[in-house]
């Protein structure tokens, strides 16, 4: 549990004992906190950042920072946690949620029917690669595994081949209700459903997706979370049936 005034926060992310949560509200800022010991969290620094930060995708010692349309990708270095340094930038409509591929290329989901792919090649001078266009829904989050893009949208989630970042192809989809966030464990999919509960998706075949089982709650389920054999929810308030 930790706090900052006036902070609100969006995605937060982890690398090792670091934690990075990105907030907009009290003005643009990444808050960096040491979380070795769990119950007694430790600020490492809080820097500000250009726009409204809404996810932050570790490449350690770099970091993507991507900001809510309009904005882009920024490039932070890590090499001093406690001073980091912006290297480059790329500025396009930004975006709400991104994933890094390890080979080079930052996706990010816009929060309309399309992806942002940024090129990282060269962290000292970041580029928009290109737009894709989709002919789903509007884009909520992304996940990367093995050459595939796990994307979220409102109406629906898809898989797309990513082996070759200048050419994005779906392999597969299926319909949901109110897709949010989601998350991916072992061989399943397990996606936030905002209006009503999680889906389970078998993803042990990308091409071939298809959802296990689902489960309502009467409370909206705004995050997701899977780990150490345990799946954890968030929910938009304490009543939970």
Partial sequence: NYSKSGAQFNKVSEY??????????????VQLVNVSDPGSPTEISDFS???N??????????????????????????????NPTEVSTA????????????????????????????NVTDRLDASHANTKSLLLTSTRDVTYRDNHLYVVMDDDVAVYDVSDASSINRVSTLSIDDGDEGVLWRDYWFIS???DGYDVIDVSDPRDIDRVTSQGFSSDVTGIHAGH?????????TSVS
């Fill in 16 to 29: 090792e004992d670091i934690v990075a949560a990105p907030r907009s509200t009290a003005g643009g800022a």
């Fill in 49 to 51: 950042v250009p726009g």
């Fill in 53 to 82: 930060p809404q996810k932050v995708v570790f490449d350690y010692p770099y970091s993507y920072i991507i900001q809510e349309s309009p904005g882009g990708l920024s490039v932070y270095s890590l090499f001093n946690v406690s």
């Fill in 91 to 118: 500025s396009t409509r930004g975006g709400i949620d991104a994933a890094y591929d390890n080979k080079g290329y930052v996706y990010a989901a816009t929060g309309a029917p399309e992806i942002e792919v940024y």
């Fill in 193 to 195: 459903d905002g209006s």
């Fill in 229 to 237: 054999d345990a799946l954890y929810l968030y929910f938009d308030n």
